[in-house]
């Protein structure tokens, strides 16, 4: 079976990870000790446990109410680009070799950024998290998804943001935050004026709700990719384990390859699977459903792309191959241009898991 350090040496490949979610603890103290932002606990060990204890609920809403506490401490150019550039230096350190991190630049204008110089500065923390990981060896291309907060109303406005910087370092948009309630054609003025612009999105979509989102966000809203989509499994009759039979949905998101962004910690705390070993992804693997691997939130799931990873290893045995096969997925659903998809696969991945 592999190990964890086998699979930290592995390319891996990572679309679905908050930039607000993955904030190092000794960064949350040590940000809020300077800006006088009040956390529940101020060691950086208990306030990392205390993410990971507050997250787990079982509920998306009290999930998201901690994200307080790491938005809080984005609040500045400084700040910004500190979070960002540990980002990728994490990620690089985990083996990522390309990573779409994404983050909602309506949440960090609370200390007077505008949505301009918010995103400039994760650019900037990206560039120097992307040299420093070169220094260590460590080769990584990361790339901005913007997020727009599906409770309020500032999507269009995010969209157009996303395309003005399509040229400098956002690749796509999405909507995320609490998703019952607030379905995705809310937002379809955003999602129309992309297509328009030939521009990418995903959806955050069956996750704490289920198949009328992801039905929503597919067939009014066009999404590319599905953020969890997990509960497509409602569309699946497994009655007969060995006669799965596919419902309409089920089968039209596996027929035209819809990538699913499945992040199996997150979807446990957040009640969306009972358990890893539970998990959707064994069944949508094996039914060839283009499924890729994630972490949402590193910070609240304690993890990391090598941790998710051997959870799997560990739930359902899979094996370098199994792996690799993950990668390709995600590596093919990524916002990049297909050259730049294809030479990441053929210079970066498969050498990597041929070694
Ligand atoms: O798993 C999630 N579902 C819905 N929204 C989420 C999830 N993880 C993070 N978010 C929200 C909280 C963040 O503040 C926001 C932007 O990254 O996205
Ligand atoms: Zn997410």
Redesign the pocket.
């Known amino acids: 079976m592999l190990t964890p350090e086998q699979i930290a040496r592995v390319p891996k490949v990572l679309l679905h990870d908050?930039?607000?979610?993955g904030v190092r603890p000794e960064t949350v103290a040590a940000i809020a000790e300077r800006t006088g932002h009040e956390l529940p606990v101020s060691d950086p060990a208990a306030l990392g446990e205390w993410f990971a204890a507050a997250a787990a609920s079982g509920s998306?809403v009290r999930?998201?109410e901690t994200?307080e506490h790491?938005?809080g401490v984005m609040q500045t150019t400084e700040d910004l680009v500190q979070v960002a550039r540990e980002c990728v230096e994490d990620l690089a350190d985990d083996g990522v070799v390309y990573a779409e991190v994404?983050?909602?630049p309506e949440?960090h204008l609370r200390e007077g950024l505008s949505l301009t110089a918010a995103v400039d500065a994760v650019r900037e923390g990206f560039a120097q998290g992307t040299a420093e990981a070169a220094r260590r060896g460590r080769t990584i291309h990361a790339r901005q998804i913007l997020?727009a907060?599906r409770h309020q109303a500032r999507s269009l406005e995010i969209a157009e943001l996303a395309v003005a910087y399509r040229d400098r370092g956002v690749v796509g948009f999405d909507i995320?935050?609490?998703?019952a309630g607030y379905p995705p054609t809310r937002h379809l003025d955003a999602f129309e004026y992309l297509h328009r612009e030939n521009a990418h999105f995903t959806i955050?979509a069956g996750?704490?709700f289920g198949l009328p989102s992801i039905w929503q966000a597919i067939q009014w809203c066009g999404t590319d990719r599905l953020?969890?989509g997990v509960r497509i499994i409602d569309d699946i009759d497994l009655t007969d384990p060995d006669d799965p039979k596919l419902g309409r949905l089920a089968a039209y998101v596996r027929d035209k390859r819809i990538p699913l962004e499945l992040?199996p910690s997150?979807n446990v705390q957040?009640g969306a699977a009972p358990s890893i070993a539970e998990h959707p992804i064994g069944t949508l693997t094996s039914l060839g459903f283009r499924v890729t691997v994630n972490t949402?939130?590193r910070l609240?799931s304690q993890t990391s792309m090598t941790r998710e990873m051997a959870l799997l290893v560990d739930a359902f045995r899979y094996d370098l191959d199994d792996l690799r096969w993950f990668t390709v997925n995600a590596m093919k659903s990524a916002f990049l241009p297909f050259d730049q998809r294809l030479a990441l696969i053929q210079d970066a991945i498969k050498p990597g898991y041929a070694i």
């Open positions: 908050h930039l607000d979610g998306l999930y998201l994200f790491t938005v994404r983050w909602a949440q997020t907060m995320a935050g609490a998703e955050h996750e704490a953020g969890h992040c997150s957040t949402d939130n609240m």
